[in-house]
């Protein structure tokens, strides 16, 4: 049976993490990157309202949109209602803002940027989703989907809500398969439990899973040989996975295209072995330092201050595990960025009262301040 995307190749070219010069992207470096993408038979482009303020839409047009036929490519971009807009009208007026960015003309695949938490709010107070249904019967956009950051449990609720989603883009990759966190199993299997096709993102985690991973984790890789990088892996896992519409990849450099074209171009799924491979390293990422948060839960609602507990310690965790200061900071500033910083706990302690692991949760708090902000 065929369903959405069925026919596109599986590499996306994602174009949140462009190459740059200076302060400005390179445009240069982008159009060779595009080129080489085109070339070896890949179409699929996605960027976002929010991408290099607003300068990635931009930048798309011009190595993109205005250099080849609007039909030889699909063109994908998001609205994020949660991320600034105060009215209804500034938060629609976001479509047409990347409308006129981008050049597009029309969208061939359109999402409500991040659901999840209190973000999902936003699209409802805005009206959102019968706005974007609208534009979607004008021929504006093609196929309407929205992309989510959080549990297999909302995003069951929003699917049963939203029956006229027609695709979901979620975080898959090897690391996070089994996280209590970012559930990618259980996401990816409720999302074709609904009959949704999936688009992924962060298949190598924001390139944790390439070269920066833990020599633990590289040894793994290459004691089982097969001469691929190790960014590789994470690619062909995720694209491994059945009903995927592609795999978005975040490539900043011509050197990290043509390593993802060579693994994609003549692509062949995970065997038995290799699936071996991926769980054994999966388990030696379990098996290092880090914060036994299971995600439960339990010390959210207690919490007077609103603080993210869980999000704050699994960004703590990239650092631990993937020995990457820059992109933690990263990443607690985007889990932090509407409310919930580690700085407004006033150490009531009822978060510890109830946390099954008997996690420091007021001193890991601490230090994630001391660290973060």
């Known amino acids: 049976m ?19 010069k200076g302060d ?25 309202y929010g991408y290099h303020g607003g300068l990635s839409e931009v930048a798309a047009k011009t190595a993109i949109v205005d250099r080849y036929p609007r039909e030889s490519f699909q063109f994908a971009t998001k609205l994020p209602a949660w991320n600034g807009p105060k009215t209804t009208e500034e938060a629609q007026q976001m479509f047409w803002t990347s409308l006129k960015r ?17 973000r999902t709010k936003c699209f409802y107070d805005f009206g959102i989703w019968d706005f974007l249904l609208d534009k979607k019967e004008k021929g504006l956009i093609r196929h309407l989907g929205f992309s989510m950051h959080d549990n297999a449990e909302f995003l069951d609720m929003i699917l049963t809500k939203h029956p006229e989603m027609e695709f979901v883009q979620l975080q898959v990759n090897y690391a996070d398969w089994e996280s209590g966190i970012i559930q990618a199993r259980k996401c990816y299997e409720t999302a074709r439990k609904h009959n949704k096709p999936v688009i992924i993102m962060e298949p190598v985690k924001g390139g944790f899973l390439g070269d920066s991973l833990a020599p633990e984790v590289k040894a793994v890789f290459d004691e089982a040989g097969g001469g691929g990088s190790y960014a590789s892996w ?9 009903g995927i519409i592609t795999v978005l990849s975040g490539m900043s450099s011509i050197g990290q295209m043509r390593d993802n074209i060579s693994t994609m171009k003549n692509f062949r799924p995970l065997d038995e072995r290799e699936h071996a491979v991926i769980k054994k390293a999966r388990e030696v990422l379990d098996s290092m330092p880090y914060i036994p948060c ?13 603080v993210v507990i869980r999000n704050i310690f699994e960004v703590m965790n990239r650092e631990l595990i993937f020995n990457n200061f820059a992109a ?13 910083k580690g700085s407004r706990c006033i150490a009531c302690g009822k978060c510890e009262e109830v946390c099954p692991q008997q996690i420091k949760i007021i001193d890991l708090l601490k230090e994630a301040v001391a660290k973060y902000e």
């Open 2 to 20: 065929s369903y959405l995307g069925e026919s596109i190749p599986k590499l996306g070219f994602g174009l949140m993490r462009l190459p740059m």
């Open 24 to 48: 400005e992207i390179d445009i240069g470096q982008m159009i060779d990157m595009a080129d080489l993408f085109m070339d070896s038979g890949f179409t699929y482009f996605d960027t976002a």
């Open 102 to 118: 981008s050049g597009a003309g029309y969208f061939d695949f359109y999402l409500l940027h991040n659901l999840g938490s209190l």
């Open 234 to 242: 994470g690619i062909r896992f995720a694209a491994s996975l059945d």
């Open 294 to 306: 299971t995600s439960c839960g339990y010390c959210l609602p207690g919490c007077p201050q609103g």
């Open 328 to 340: 933690a900071k990263s990443g607690y500033n985007w889990e932090t960025l509407i409310g919930g």
